[in-house]
């Protein structure tokens, strides 16, 4: 069992479109971050949310957090080739330690010309 | 922007064999990590250290991994008997404080082989 499923697992969409990616799981976090990944590098944070409901806004990117802290949502503007690589959403666990953070098992997204 | 080193970034041993990936994690930061990924996985937790101790282990870090600061620089990990389950890609993070809030930095992490 999959503590954080994302889906869908691949995205391949042409430049302009909007998209949604998913962060789900039936375990509440204390917190939850957004990474991007691009290949042989290792993950780069976007975004760490904290409060239930929460919004944060990167430029064209959109983060929310569950109102009940078990899910989240990332949604792209606009995609750019730029956008492309893997999205990793990875959380905190309640009554877990704020040491280890448990991964998603991630969304490749691909946005061509 | 600082960022975190790791070295070196490709590593083929053979199985058996003691291989340490080293770290070099931001200055500042006061906690560090190593995490793992196999192809085609996801990203797995391994280790988290701090005030020159082990905080936090996963079960698959067992005795044949061992981490260390040996200066006040370096974070290296140790695999004592390499099999070649090991293969996979092991990064190092870093954050300021291990405060829920905040975010990790990774390193660009090392390939590791075993063959």
């Known amino acids: 069992t999959q503590l954080l499923e994302q889906s869908p697992q691949f995205l391949s969409i042409q430049e302009g479109e909007n998209l949604t990616v998913y962060c789900n799981s039936s375990s509440v976090f204390s917190s939850l971050q957004w990474y991007r990944q691009e290949p042989g590098e290792g993950p780069v944070l976007l975004v760490t949310v904290v409060t239930g409901g929460e919004v944060k806004k990167l430029k064209r990117l959109t983060f929310q957090f569950g109102d009940a802290r078990k899910d989240s949502s990332l949604h792209i503007t606009a995609a750019q080739p730029g956008d492309t690589g893997l999205y990793l959403c990875a959380g905190r666990l309640v009554g877990g330690t704020a040491s280890k953070l448990t991964f998603g098992t991630g969304t490749r997204l691909q946005v061509t010309l | 922007e600082p960022e975190v080193t790791q070295t070196p970034s490709h590593q083929v041993t053979q199985m058996g064999q003691e291989v340490i990936l080293r770290c070099v994690p931001i200055s500042n930061h006061l906690y560090f990590y190593w995490y793992r990924q196999i192809l085609g996985q996801k990203v797995e937790f391994l280790v988290s250290?701090?005030?020159?101790?082990?905080?936090?282990k996963s079960e698959i870090f067992d005795d044949q991994f061992s981490v260390e600061r040996p200066d006040g620089s370096n974070f290296t990990l140790k695999i004592r008997s390499t099999k070649l389950e090991d293969s996979a890609m092991y990064f190092c993070?870093?954050?300021?404080?291990?405060?829920?809030?905040?975010?990790?930095?990774f390193g660009s992490g090392t390939r590791l082989t075993v063959v």
């Open positions: 250290f701090y005030n020159n101790e082990i905080s936090e």
């Open positions: 993070a870093s954050s300021e404080d291990g405060l829920y809030r905040n975010g990790y930095t």
